[in-house]
Structures are given as C-alpha cells and as structure tokens.
C-alpha cells in the first residue's frame, strides 16, 4: 500500500525466553519469528526500517539481502518507546503513516493488517490501535477506556492493578501513526513505571491526552495477535502455524492424516493427492511430488522428491533429490549430496551420502553407499560398503550400469567397476574390474570331513 512505512521492532532480548538466542532468531515452522512480521511489511509497505540491538549481528545477517530494508541500530534497549524514537533519522525523507509491528508477532496475517490500514484510511484519525479480547490476557498491555468507551490509555501489565489485571481488552503490538504526531508524542515520554523503560504504549495516553481520538480495530481472532515471550508461548504458536501450513496443503489437495501430529515448514510445497502419515516432518526448501506417500515417523529435509514416491516408515532424507517413481525405507537414511534416480529402491539399514543412484538400480538391505556412482539398473546385494574413507581422505566408487553385486561385498575406493560385472558376494574388492567380468576376491572354501568328531571326541 502506497504511503506506508513499517517500523519492526526486534532489538529485544526476550529475557522470558531464557534462551541465549535473541528471541527474535527463533524459529516457528522452520523460519526465524522475525520473517513473519517481515513478510507482512514486504507486502504492504514501500520503506522498512528495522530496529535491532540483541545480537544485532545475527538478526541484520537475515536482513541484509533486502534493499527496501533500512536497519537501526538501538545500543541500549530502553524499551520499545526508545526503540521507536531511534528511527527518525532512517524516516526523515518519509511523509505518510508509519506501521509499528513488535516483532515478535508471528502469527499475524496480512489481510488482516491490510484491513486495519483501510479502517485507518477511512477514519482519517492520526492513531489507529490494534486491539483484542484474550480469555487470558496475561502478559499483555491492557485498554484503559472512559465511560464513553473512549480509549484512554494503555497500561502495562507489570504497572496494573489487580483491578486493571481483569481487562481483557489488550494491546497487540500494531499500530499505526501519523508521522508527525508520532515523534511528538515520542519527545513527551518518560521512563518513571516498575520496569524504568520508555513505553511506546504510553505515546497513546500522551495523545488521548490531548483530545485526539485514538481510534482501535478489534481483531476477531486474538490467536493472530499472539506475541511470544516464553517457551510456552513458542510452542503455541508453532502449534498454530503448522494447523494453518496444513489446512492450506489439505485445501490443494494434499491428504493430510493426522495433522496436529505432523509437521510441514513454511516453504515446503506438496503436489496433489499426496499422503502424509503421522509423525512426519517435512523441513525447510522441501518440495514434495504428486502421489507420494509420505511416512510414517519420516523426516525429510531440503529435498526435493518428483511423482510418485513412497517414502516408508522412519525413513531420514537431508539435501537429496529423488527422481518419480522411487521407493526408500523403511529405515533408510538419504544423506546431503545424494541423487536417487527414476524408479530406484532403496530399502531397510541402507545409508546413502553424497551418492548418485541409477534408474532402476536397488539397494535394498543393510549397505553404505558413500561417494558412489552407481549406474542404471544395478543390484547392490545386502550388506555391501563403500570403504570411501582412510583416515584423512574420501574416494568415489563408480559402478557402471547393469552390475550385479552379491552380497557382503566391500569395495575400497577409489575403485571402477566396468558395465555388466559380476561381483562375488562376500569379496573385498580392492582393483579395478574390467565390463563383463567376474570379481571374486573371497578365500576358496575348504572342507575338513569328519573334522568335528576328531576335534571334540564324540560319538
Ligand atoms: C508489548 C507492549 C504491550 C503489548 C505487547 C503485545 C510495550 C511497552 N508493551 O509488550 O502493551 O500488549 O507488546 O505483544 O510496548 N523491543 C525493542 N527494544 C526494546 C524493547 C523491546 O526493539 O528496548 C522489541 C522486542 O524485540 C519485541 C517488541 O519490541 O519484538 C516488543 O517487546 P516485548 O518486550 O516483547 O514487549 P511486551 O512486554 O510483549
Ligand atoms: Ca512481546
């Protein structure tokens, strides 16, 4: 929307957190708290000014790849009214209304902010309020009001009476000012309350108290004005969020079984008619095929999965991609690096790195294939390793198309294994092996008749 700047106040610590980590860099389905009061402004405004102070290093690394974000810099945190007062300077070539959004407030939707801008617009008052009514409003700035229901100002949890405790009219965190009378109020605040803090939230006594009218938009789902200060509030919110991720891949046509019990990240794209079974935990740039069947007790992490996969039971799959028609698990693990090509299987106890699987080719039991090349159509007998480490270096193996290894078959890489071969199971397979030849490298079997007897005097 033209004509709007946003503020995003993130400088906080978040003591409630007791987290070493600014509360801000937390996540929520897979991405920094941060990102979602962001998005929000990304959308609806031209200018973004963000102020950060806690580990401001960590929180502007997420930022700095965005022109349109303007960063500044709060050296000491006095609270959100002092937070608000630094941005002046960022805002001088700004003329409009400035959007305040704590930065804690992931849950916050765009249409809704978009409509409190239009109510803004349509009073033309120079404050508008973000206001909602909590079954529990602990923690939250409550809606002092006169008789005439007129907003009168906003009091701080830590600052209420037990009386003013009962109000459960609060303060999201969203606000809109014009500019002028923003800076105004902001030069006319004080610090004297129990936390010695400059309130931003005492700007709006400060304008009531001038005969302005405070105008306030009640949001109708207090859930999206949810702000984190604990671990609990965290684990709220995540909980949120993911029903929402779900409910929106539900409505493309994704089968979701047990939704409250399954966890898809922010980014993650499923195709149609997909099944994802319980306890599965799809995770960061993830993006899933049509008909895969997902899970159950899966996590797949920045993979990229076509048509048509199953993923099985309690399988772990991280920086892959696995081509249509491919079947891994159950108990599989895909590790970074790894491509698995159309229709190969990969099956229980197998572990596969930084490895290229054909089309068709199968490892379906017990096998590390690491650094490998392995082609299309080839058989990797259970039990088989890729020996790809000495002690300080990693080496490839490469084997070519139509291969068959036999079981318990080790190779010590680097080693090439030519089109067609015929590995013996059981060998240790140490030189290269030409196409079309047998690779036997087991001892010859002896039998010791009647040895048994002999050795152990029995009958
Ligand atoms: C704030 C409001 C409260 C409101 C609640 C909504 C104030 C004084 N109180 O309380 O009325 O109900 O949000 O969730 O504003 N921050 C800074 N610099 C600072 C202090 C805070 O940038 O010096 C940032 C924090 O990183 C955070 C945001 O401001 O993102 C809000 O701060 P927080 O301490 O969470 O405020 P609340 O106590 O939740
Ligand atoms: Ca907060």
């Known amino acids: 929307m033209k004509g709007i700047a946003t503020v995003i106040l993130a400088a906080g610590k978040g003591k409630r957190m007791r987290s070493k980590k600014a509360k801000v860099l937390h996540h929520i389905a897979g991405r920094p708290i941060l990102f979602y009061p962001l998005e929000v402004a990304m959308r609806l405004s031209g200018a973004i000014v963000v102020v950060v102070g806690h580990q401001a290093d960590s929180v502007k690394e997420l930022l700095e790849r965005n022109a349109k974000i303007k960063i500044v810099f709060q050296d000491q945190l006095l609270g959100t009214g002092d937070a608000v007062k630094r941005t002046k300077d960022a805002l001088a070539d700004f003329d409009g209304d400035i959007l305040i959004l704590n930065g804690d407030l992931p849950l916050i939707r765009v249409m809704t902010i978009r409509d409190v801008i239009r109510a803004h617009r349509q009073k033309g008052s120079p404050v508008t309020l973000v206001t909602a009514i909590m079954e529990n409003p602990a923690g939250y700035g409550r809606i002092s009001r006169d008789r005439n229901n007129r907003l009168i100002k906003i009091i701080e949890e830590t600052d209420a009476s037990e009386q003013e405790k009962g109000i459960r009219e609060i303060n999201a965190g969203i606000y809109l000012f014009r500019k002028d009378i923003l800076f105004w109020a902001l030069g006319r605040i004080g610090s004297d309350n129990r936390q010695g803090e400059y309130y931003l939230t005492d700007i709006i006594g400060v304008i009531s108290g001038k005969g302005e009218e405070i105008n306030t938009v009640s949001v109708s789902d207090p859930e999206e004005v949810t702000g984190i200060n604990t671990r609990a509030d965290l684990a ?20 979701i079984i047990d939704p409250a019990n399954t966890s898809i990240d922010h980014e993650v794209k499923i195709g149609i008619d997909s099944i994802i079974y319980p306890y599965s935990r799809i995770e960061g740039r993830s993006s899933i095929g049509e ?20 993923i099985k039971d309690a399988s772990v799959i991280t920086g892959s991609r696995i081509e249509p028609g491919a ?26 790195k930084n490895s290229r699987i054909g089309t068709g080719s199968k490892a379906n039991h017990l096998s590390y294939l690491g650094d490998a090349k392995i082609g299309n159509e080839v058989n990797i007998g259970a039990g088989t390793i890729t020996c790809n480490y000495d002690g300080t270096k990693k080496y490839e193996t490469t084997i070519g198309d139509g291969v068959f290894v036999g079981s318990d078959t080790q190779f010590i890489a680097p080693v090439k294994i030519g089109k067609g071969s015929f590995i013996g199971a059981g060998s240790t397979i140490t030189e290269d092996v030409p196409p079309g030849s047998l690779a036997l490298s087991r001892a010859q079997q002896v039998n010791k008749k009647g040895w048994v007897k002999k050795k152990r005097c029995v009958e």
């Open 327 to 352: 079947v891994i698990g159950p108990f599989a693990h895909i590790r970074p690096g790894s491509l698995i090509k159309k229709g190969a299987k990969i099956g229980n106890f197998v572990e596969v």
């Open 236 to 255: 709220r919110s995540e909980s949120i969020m993911r029903r929402r991720i779900a409910d929106l891949h539900m409505q493309n046509g994704v089968t």
């Open 291 to 310: 008909d895969c069947i997902i899970g159950p007790h899966v996590r797949i992490r920045d993979t990229l999965i076509g048509k048509g996969v199953e």
